[in-house]
């Protein structure tokens, strides 16, 4: 962007120090920041007739003053002041609350516009906002900005529009004069304007299309940049296996492949045997199998000679994958080794010393594997667990480190296919959407808290059949700490109510050996019942457990849902989902029906991404999406498309590399160091 629009903020009249640092803490440092902090919503001033508000609605009506304002004070600083109004010949009283000083402003026979909460019965408004005069037409659209710490939205709107009068003539045009013109979008300095200031909802619709096509265009284009270097640069690694003596391997296993796992092993091993990179995303719902592909894909790259790498979430799940590992290879010659945050000391260092030396074959450990002061002999598989998206970060750290392995993201959060394919533009996308045969479908019940007690005694009885059962906890917003608190006291009520039946106790604050000793009791059934925080959503296989509480489960998004009743129907008998709760909204509501009705993963995806949004649905840190300022990756979608396709025309087309008009696209692809296949945000 233009070197003006780089200045501080503080160039700005009214923005000293204290208000600049507040400014950063909204993100926005420079006079550019400013004008693309943009408005989540607009506040409709339109003046409807009186006959058309509805009560408690925020209305704005204008009307002229027909009585002498009269003001109560209750104490120091408070007061109430109330006047009379003629608005369509119909009389009406406004009070004000605390704002006494504009009793001289309320003068006989004059016009006034108030915006505030109506109140139908009463013919009453409480004032929010208060101008003299008539309505402003210009105005009825009022932008309401993120604000936060001291920064008001009334602040923001100020500064915005000093920005916006200041330093509109160094907005530059960053789209070709050809595609404004195709789509009809207006030109920058113009969507500024009317996305901060509209006159009109058109005004609005226009200026938000160009921005959002915008946003989408160059993030498209740096995503197929970004592909494209590493396809040119990638010297991958080529794995080198014996075809033969792998599928001997997968003729072994204690069952047949489905033959979608058969079908994306065979696109995998592909991509290993090819010398570009591999990049791929595989998906499969809940116990479809994921792990038994990434198993054959590192015993192929050990038998080709090269190490593999399994990252998962959690120390548990390190554990739980390290175990059916070490089985499943007992009679290869492959070996297994976890690396987590506790394995300390002389340990370690004897891991370490077998992975440098290229004796450890698989290593397995939390995400922070990599990061760590791990060698590798020779790493040439890479594969994440649960993980949406391998970080930008972490492939440059491999890269840093001599690395340029293969790499397997497995998912079960099944994206829906056309956000994947738009979204992970980058990336290659394998789809296992079968389930292993006999797998019976899980009972999913919805019950109120009060039912409680009933569930308890079906708890029992299952394990008195000699199932096991999970609790998951009532959730507390945003809050580890509580939501131990809850296990805990949730731990103790069904202690004290099972009495002679051991119950286990799981929270993500436990020592790590704690944890496992945990896991394993209730594995090998030595507790019935698991009381547990979320700490087991992902990945924990104890196929006797056929019971699967949720309290407060309408607190949940439903991919997390879905993975919680994962847990159960992963053995030969029949398991429940027992989903308690007493939903408050609606979208709580339908979550619940969702849950009952139906149990793939894909339709419950593309119902959660509807019900949510994108940036709930993927989980804001760690989503791998990029922070769009303005785009919604689903309700524009289309534009995503178009985008995309857009894209990846121009950077096919000569004219793209060379002509003026899509100067600043390059400069942009240059400056992200899309083009040198550097980073990708
Ligand atoms: P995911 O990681 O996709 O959730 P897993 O790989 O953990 O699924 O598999 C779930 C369970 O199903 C495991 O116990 C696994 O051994 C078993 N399994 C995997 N593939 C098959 C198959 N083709 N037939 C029968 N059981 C299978
Ligand atoms: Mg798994």
Redesign the pocket.
């Known amino acids: 962007m233009n070197g003006m629009l780089q200045q501080p903020v503080s160039v700005l009249n009214g923005i000293g120090d204290e208000k600049e640092k507040e400014l950063h803490g909204l993100r926005i440092h420079s006079i550019a920041d400013l004008l693309e902090h943009f408005p989540f919503r607009y506040d409709n001033h339109e003046v409807l007739p009186i006959a058309e508000l509805r009560h408690d609605d925020r209305v704005t009506i204008a009307g002229t003053i027909q009585s002498e304002a009269s003001v109560r004070y209750m104490g120091k600083k408070k007061s109430r002041m109330t006047v009379r109004m003629a608005v369509e010949n119909i009389l009406v009283t406004a009070v004000f609350f605390n704002r006494a000083f504009l009793k001289n402003k309320l003068k006989h026979g004059e016009m006034v516009t108030i915006t505030g909460k109506w109140d139908k019965h009463r013919l009453r408004i409480t004032v929010q906002d208060f101008q003299q005069g008539a309505p402003d037409p210009s105005k009825q659209l009022e932008p309401v900005y993120p604000a936060g710490g001291s920064v008001t939205v009334k602040q923001l709107q100020r500064h915005v529009n000093s920005a916006l009068h200041n330093y509109a003539p160094y907005i530059e045009e960053t789209l070709p004069q050809s595609i404004l013109t195709k789509y009809k979008l207006p030109a920058r300095a113009d969507a500024f304007f009317y996305i901060h200031q509209p006159k009109t909802k058109e005004q609005l619709k226009h200026a938000r299309r160009r921005l959002v096509y915008e946003e989408l265009l160059l993030f498209q284009l740096k995503m197929q940049a970004f592909k494209r270097a590493e396809r040119m640069a990638s010297s991958g690694t080529s794995h080198h296996f014996s075809a033969e003596k792998v599928k001997t391997f997968m003729q072994e296993?204690?069952?047949?492949?489905?033959g979608a796992?058969n079908r994306v092993i065979e696109e995998v091993l592909r991509d290993m045997r090819d010398p570009l990179k591999m990049n791929r995303l595989l998906q499969?719902?809940?116990?479809?199998?994921?792990?038994?592909?990434?198993s054959i894909a590192m015993y192929a790259a050990c038998i080709g000679g090269s190490q593999s790498a399994l990252m998962v979430p959690t120390e548990i799940l390190a554990e739980q994958h390290q175990q059916?590992l070490r089985q499943l290879f007992s009679g290869t010659e492959v070996t297994v080794e976890l690396l987590t945050g506790s394995t300390k000391g002389k340990r370690r260092g004897e891991i370490n010393t077998r992975i440098q030396s290229g004796e450890a074959d698989i290593v397995i450990g939390t995400h922070a594997l990599i990061q760590e002061d791990v060698h590798f002999h020779k790493l040439g598989l890479v594969i994440t667990?649960e993980q949406h998206r391998f970080g930008v970060n972490q492939r440059r750290i491999l890269r840093d480190k001599g690395y340029e392995p293969d790499v397997l993201f497995?998912t079960?959060t099944p994206i829906p296919r056309t956000l994947a394919i738009s979204v992970f533009g980058d990336m290659d996308v394998s789809m296992?959407d079968e389930l292993?045969?006999?797998r019976k479908p899980i009972e999913t019940h919805w019950a109120k808290h009060d039912m409680f007690e009933r569930v308890l005694a079906f708890i029992r009885k299952e394990i008195n059949k000699g199932r096991q059962a999970y609790v998951i906890c009532p959730l507390i917003e945003e809050s580890d700490k509580l939501d131990v608190q809850n296990a805990i006291d949730v731990h103790a009520q069904l202690q004290s109510y099972f009495t002679s039946l051991p119950v286990g106790l799981m929270h993500g604050r436990l020592p790590a050996e704690e944890k496992e000793t945990v896991m394993e009791d209730f594995a090998k059934a030595r507790t019935k019942v698991l009381v547990s925080t979320t700490v087991v959503e992902v990945?924990v296989?104890v196929?006797n457990a056929t019971i699967m509480v949720i309290y407060d489960a309408d607190r949940f998004g439903l991919a997390q849902l879905h993975q919680l009743r994962?847990r159960v129907g992963?053995g030969e008998h029949q398991s429940y989902c027992i989903l308690l709760s007493d939903p408050k909204s609606e979208t709580g509501k339908e979550r619940m029906r969702i849950m009952q009705e139906t149990e793939d993963g894909f339709k419950i995806s593309e119902r959660d991404l509807e019900l949510r949004g994108p940036g709930d649905f993927f989980g804001r840190k760690q989503s791998g999406l990029p922070d769009f300022k303005i785009a919604d990756v689903v309700h524009d979608y289309r534009a995503l498309e178009t985008a995309r396709q857009d894209a990846a025309d121009l950077m096919k087309s000569e004219a793209f590399w060379s002509n003026d008009e899509y100067a600043y696209l390059r400069q942009f692809l240059k400056d992200t160091g899309a083009l040198a296949g550097e980073k990708l945000d």
Do not use: C, E, H
């Not at 116990?287 to 038994?292: I, N, Y």
């Open positions: 296993l204690p069952f047949t492949l489905t796992q499969g719902d809940v116990g479809s199998g994921k792990t038994v592909v990434a059916s667990d497995m079960a296992i292993p045969a006999g990945g296989n196929p994962g992963r």
